[in-house]
């Protein structure tokens, strides 16, 4: 593939988004980012990857990392956005440092990304991608039950809470709302269609969208 390819996956929680994103990086001979980012992201600011953690795909609110002072290992080049609010750093400079992050990575090589608002920060990239997957409550419960190893109404919880917690931050961020699918290029149900038939899918919009 000679040119650079950015394919950004939304998905609902248990719709299968990480299992679509690495079937393609694979096909594509790519780099995958998910919780990857987070990792990125820590190396990139110096502070330590549980931070970012605590705060992935969470909206901002009013709690303050405080303990952020004893996690920094002396990052400078970002500094001046990092430290607010009395020095301690929030949700929103954590979002700024992911963003940045995903900026980078997309400006050196082609990639797959899931979730982070990745679809909106990207949104100048020519060669920009985005996929919404969705599916029906049943399919996805069944899939987080079997990789949590937890019964079908913890499922259901589980699955209600990632959903909204990821909707609002969609929307804290970004000022559109997640499940717009005009946000996107592509939409599919991989409840209907199973995960490889979705990869297939956006193979086909992909090349006929590269070569147009």
């Given at each position: 593939?000679?040119?650079?390819?950015?394919?950004?996956?939304?998905?609902?929680?248990?719709?299968?988004?990480?299992?679509v994103?690495?079937?393609?990086?694979?096909?594509?001979?790519?780099?995958?980012?998910?919780?990857?980012l987070?990792?990125?992201a820590?190396?990139?600011?110096?502070?330590?990857?549980?931070?970012?953690?605590?705060?992935?795909?969470?909206?901002?609110?009013?709690?303050?990392?405080?303990?952020?002072?004893?996690a920094a290992?002396?990052?400078?080049s970002?500094?001046?956005?990092?430290?607010?609010?009395?020095?301690?750093?929030t949700?929103?400079?954590?979002?700024?440092?992911?963003?940045k992050?995903?900026?980078?990575?997309?400006?050196?090589k082609?990639?797959?990304?899931?979730g982070?608002?990745?679809?909106?920060?990207?949104?100048?990239e020519?060669?920009?991608?985005?996929?919404?997957?969705h599916?029906?409550i049943?399919?996805?419960?069944k899939?987080?039950?079997?990789?949590?190893?937890?019964?079908?109404?913890?499922?259901q919880?589980?699955?209600?809470?990632?959903?909204?917690?990821?909707?609002?931050?969609?929307?804290?961020?970004?000022?559109?709302?997640?499940?717009?699918?005009?946000n996107?290029?592509?939409?599919?149900n991989?409840?209907?269609?199973?995960?490889?038939?979705?990869?297939?899918?956006?193979?086909?919009?992909?090349?006929?969208?590269?070569?147009?």
């Amino acid at each position: 593939m000679s040119d650079k390819l950015i394919i950004t996956i939304g998905r609902q929680f248990g719709s299968g988004g990480i299992d679509v994103g690495k079937k393609l990086a694979k096909h594509y001979n790519i780099d995958f980012y998910d919780k990857e980012l987070i990792q990125e992201a820590a190396k990139e600011s110096g502070f330590c990857e549980q931070v970012f953690e605590k705060a992935d795909e969470v909206p901002s609110n009013s709690f303050l990392y405080s303990f952020l002072y004893s996690a920094a290992t002396g990052a400078h080049s970002i500094n001046s956005m990092l430290f607010q609010n009395n020095g301690l750093l929030t949700n929103d400079n954590l979002f700024s440092i992911q963003s940045k992050v995903i900026k980078k990575i997309a400006k050196e090589k082609s990639c797959i990304i899931v979730g982070r608002c990745s679809d909106y920060i990207l949104r100048e990239e020519k060669k920009l991608v985005r996929v919404y997957l969705h599916g029906d409550i049943s399919f996805r419960v069944k899939k987080i039950m079997e990789r949590y190893n937890i019964n079908e109404k913890e499922a259901q919880s589980r699955i209600a809470k990632t959903d909204k917690t990821r909707s609002s931050y969609y929307s804290y961020y970004t000022g559109n709302e997640r499940e717009n699918l005009t946000n996107y290029d592509i939409c599919i149900n991989t409840s209907k269609v199973g995960i490889d038939n979705a990869v297939e899918q956006i193979i086909s919009f992909t090349e006929k969208f590269i070569n147009k």
